[in-house]
């Protein structure tokens, strides 16, 4: 049963903590991306990466950090840098020949106290 | 800055009728045009997608149409139902970046 799962669902941290987003894929793709999604808005690129050991900034990257050292593993951290953290964030993967159609994952509601 | 602009925000539809929901762009290098459908507490599901060589595209219920000359493309959805309720997104993409830019979301819900 292929698929990406993201834990955890919900997640509580205080401020000024760093925290670890897990994200796993078993689809075999090559390419893995990071969004965050606020109430009312559509989703806003984090970062992505296209290869192991590779990756590169999306449009809000500040305050967060990535590591891509398996294919199927992206997690990120957001770490007390990351003014607003409080958001619902997805993790989505797609295949190399089709950037286009990517897969998102359930997502992790992230609330900081 | 903006470079994709969704409409409506909410949609309230009765059971049967037709959903039509709007995304505006103003970048002319994208060339993959995909709607994806959202329900609540779960990530979004690629629903529909289109390429800029045709103007419409027909899946089901699901009708994109799409117009380059106006930058813009549509999503219709036909004979409604209530398991149609959820958020959906239009998100045009340019292959090479290897991003989607998503729209700000439109909140349909159909009454039973």
């Known amino acids: 049963d292929g698929g990406i799962t993201q834990s955890p669902k919900y997640l509580f941290r205080k401020e000024g903590q760093n925290v670890t987003l897990s994200c796993e894929q078993n689809?075999?793709?090559?390419?893995m991306y990071w969004y965050r999604q606020d109430p009312g808005q559509g989703l806003r690129l984090i970062y992505y990466?296209?290869?192991?050991?590779?990756?590169q900034k999306g449009d809000i990257a500040e305050g967060y950090s990535v590591s891509r050292e398996k294919k199927e593993s992206f997690p990120l951290t957001v770490t007390s840098a990351q003014k607003n953290p409080t958001a619902f964030y997805l993790c989505?993967?797609?295949?190399?020949?089709?950037?286009?159609?990517?897969?998102f994952g359930p997502g992790t509601r992230l609330t900081v106290l | 800055q903006q470079q994709v602009k969704q409409s409506p925000q909410s949609l309230i539809v009765q059971k049967g009728g037709i959903s039509i929901i709007n995304c505006a762009y103003e970048?002319?290098?994208?060339?993959?045009f995909p709607w994806y459908q959202q329900f609540p507490g779960k990530g979004p599901a690629l629903l529909i997608a289109i390429r800029p060589d045709v103007s419409e595209k027909k899946e089901g219920r699901f009708t994109i149409s799409f117009n380059k000359s106006a930058k813009q493309f549509s999503l219709h959805i036909m004979d409604s139902q209530p398991g149609d309720s959820a958020t959906y997104f239009c998100a045009p993409s340019r292959g090479s970046a290897r991003q989607l830019t998503f729209g700000s979301g439109t909140q349909l819900t159909v009454l039973p």
């Open positions: 970048n002319t290098a994208f060339d993959y």
């Open positions: 990466s296209q290869i192991v050991n590779d990756f």
């Open positions: 989505a993967s797609s295949t190399s020949q089709n950037y286009n159609e990517q897969f």
């Open positions: 689809l075999n793709h090559d390419a």
